[in-house]
């Protein structure tokens, strides 16, 4: 059922900045399992799911609908257009892929001018060749790669844009398992790829008890990678700190707790390099205690991001057991 | 249009006071309130009481300057920009320095006195030196002191085919548009923020926003123009008199689309034209603004200047023009509603 869904939000494009095909998906599957929506100035798409009685509390999670885009700002040597990259994918990354409108869905190729080292290639060096020039599109259109989501042996699965679209799938199954002791605000967040622009808005927007982000963190188990807490299969990686936030210990071990007591194999995600929607939304307004559970990536930035299926389940249980525990919020 | 005074005026980064207080002075009689907040932003306030949705219109009073950081037994000054400048720019150029806005010369090691080596090699910050005239120390620190900041000392003039020359057209050319609007009768409540401290990470604007709480935002800039030699078509920007700037993305913004779609549909409609910015590097006040609060609505309205951040800018007076006649027919339409958000 989570991998009918994986495939059905992998199948849109979701321009970092320009996610309204990803929220048009997300409120169509949804539908009536959510009590309220709504869209903010930035792009996010809210989903609130009520309690069964009383609210508890309010629990924020947030998961990001957006991947690495680029876009139009040149179109005055058809078919070739010109482009600038948003979000963590080198220029040179880029090279060799096809890639389609979200808007029009237009395909096209990605080259580069002659001449240039791989290591020198900057965005002004890329264009789109659309082949054709029959519908062009206007500039500040967005492109995201087309590659399709490919299973290894049913377990592991691997594609682009995965480490949104992972977040996002356990995001609606959790807001699809109904409503518990606490009013859930579900966002998927826009312009993650772009420096948290859409969880900082929104960590203004809703006053929560508690915040957790449903992200990605890399999986450092690679030959010669840099030594890192994180492996691929080792369960769910709770976030201790990375590069934005140091988790507070309550945070922290309400879920480790949680872990514990339903048996889910986890491990802790110490990357200081990393960054996450955490950072921003444990300083919003006056403080908010926030967390984050990151499901294990191999090569995130990179052509093929690859995922343990077994760690995406895992980490959909932890959410959905702690979320059952009528009372936590009350230990804080 | 003030673009004389307003451009000629002292205003590094964090030292805004004088551009501030000709601002002041020019807005007083078309203002209900005019306050200047923690950080030393100017928010002139019209129409309070006024039906519909409340717009903050912004432009930034600074400009990219110099600050003294040293002076020498010899009498010359060391110093550090505020703001970017590119040091390859900087020899033999005039500044006006201090609060005596005494002349200086930037110098530096003459040709024939460098090494082979150090002729293929731009010139960097600790190569560079201001010269105030001074034959000590103690003379130099009797007109400066450290800490005190310079700017280009270039003077507006007109030239050409509908040209200015000026040091500061980023942004006192939005401050000037800006000056001008609060002069129409527009029947929204306006807000008009001539903000500081943008060229050293958009920090006046975001207070500014939080204070206002307004419904949408536009932000009046000069914008990167190089449509110039050895440039390919997408690495210009934008061109010379096309029309002001709408911007798709920078650094720090993705543009609101459909606000920008409507802006775009105001300009066709009442035959202005415009351009789109065609570059992602720069940013301005809209990086913040956006992203305050809850998130608000914004665009920017960019005039193209060639040579930003050098000692002399160029600006085409019809783009000028024309960035002024788009944001009053943008905020009449507003008036009717005509972009419910």
């Known amino acids: 059922m989570m991998k009918e869904l994986l495939q059905k939000l992998y199948d849109v494009s979701g321009p970092t900045g320009g996610e309204d095909a990803m929220r048009k998906r997300l409120t169509d599957h949804l539908g009536p399992s959510v009590d309220e929506w709504s869209v903010d100035s930035l792009g996010n798409l809210y989903a609130v799911v009520r309690p069964k009685e009383t609210s508890h509390g309010v629990i924020l999670l947030t998961a990001p609908m957006d991947e690495p885009a680029l876009v139009v700002i040149d179109d005055r040597e058809r078919p070739y257009l010109r482009v600038e990259t948003l979000g963590r994918l080198a220029a040179s990354a880029w090279i060799g892929r096809t890639v389609q409108c979200s808007r029009t869905g237009a395909r096209g190729i990605i080259g580069v001018e002659s001449e240039i080292k791989s290591s020198d290639v900057t965005a002004h060096h890329l264009f789109i060749d659309l082949i054709t020039d029959r519908d062009q599109p206007e500039l500040g259109y967005f492109f995201t790669a087309v590659t399709p989501l490919t299973w290894h042996d049913e377990r592991y699965v691997s594609g682009p844009a995965l480490t949104s679209r992972v977040p996002c799938a356990i995001l609606c199954d959790i807001l699809l398992q109904g409503a518990t002791s606490y009013t859930i605000v579900g966002v998927f967040a826009a312009q993650s790829e772009l420096g948290a622009r859409g969880a900082r808005v929104a960590g203004h927007s809703v006053k929560a008890d508690l915040a957790l982000t449903i992200q990605t963190t890399e999986a450092l188990d690679t030959p010669k990678a840099e030594r890192g807490t994180v492996k691929l299969g080792g369960g769910p990686a709770i976030k201790e700190a990375d590069r934005d936030m140091v988790v507070a210990p309550r945070v922290r071990a309400a879920l480790t707790h949680t872990a514990k007591a339903a048996s889910i194999a986890f491990q802790l995600e110490i990357n200081l390099t990393s960054r996450s929607d955490a950072g921003v939304l444990f300083l919003s307004r006056d403080g908010m205690p926030a967390g984050g559970v990151s499901v294990p990536v191999r090569y995130p930035n990179a052509q093929s991001p690859l995922m343990d299926w077994n760690d995406v389940i895992a980490t959909r249980d932890l959410f959905l057991s702690l979320l059952h525990q009528p009372e936590f919020l009350q230990n804080f | ?341």
């Open chain 2, 1 to 341: 249009m003030l673009l004389k005074e307003l451009t000629e005026a002292f205003g590094p980064s964090g030292f805004e006071g004088e551009v501030r207080d000709l601002i002041r002075r020019e807005a007083t009689p078309f203002a209900e309130r005019i306050t200047t907040d923690t950080l030393g932003s100017l928010i002139v306030e019209k129409n309070l009481q006024q039906n519909g949705p409340k717009v903050l219109l912004a432009a930034h009073m600074d400009e990219v300057s110099f600050m003294i950081v040293g002076i020498e037994e010899n009498g010359l000054l060391r110093f550090r920009p505020i703001g970017g400048v590119d040091p390859r720019i900087l020899v033999s150029k005039v500044l006006l320095v201090g609060s005596k806005r005494i002349s200086g010369v930037i110098g530096a090691k003459a040709i024939h006195l460098q090494k082979p080596e150090e002729r293929k090699k731009p010139l960097g910050l600790s190569q560079l030196f201001i010269d105030i005239g001074a034959s000590t120390k103690a003379e130099a620190e009797s007109h400066v002191a450290i800490g005190d900041t310079a700017v280009f000392a270039t003077r507006y003039e007109e030239y050409g085919d509908r040209r200015a020359k000026a040091k500061s057209f980023d942004d006192r050319v939005g401050c000037a548009i800006l000056l001008e609007a609060l002069k129409e009768d527009i029947k929204l409540p306006l807000v008009a923020a001539f903000t500081v401290q943008e060229e050293i990470g958009l920090r006046g604007a975001g207070p500014v926003a939080f204070r206002t709480k307004p419904d949408f935002a536009i932000v009046l800039e000069g914008t990167v123009c190089f449509d110039v030699v050895d440039a390919p078509a997408h690495g210009e920007s934008t061109i010379l008199g096309a029309g002001p700037a709408l911007t798709l993305v920078d650094s720090r913004t993705v543009a609101h689309r459909p606000f920008r779609a409507y802006v775009k549909q105001v300009a066709e409609e009442n035959g202005i034209p415009v351009q789109m910015r065609r570059v992602k590097g720069g940013s301005n006040d809209n990086g913040i603004i956006h992203l305050t609060e809850g998130g608000i609505v914004a665009t920017s309205i960019s005039v193209p200047v060639r040579y930003i951040h050098a000692p002399v800018q160029s600006v085409h007076l019809d783009d000028v023009q024309n960035a002024y006649r788009l944001l009053i027919s943008v905020l009449r339409g507003l008036e009717k509603g005509g972009f419910p958000g």
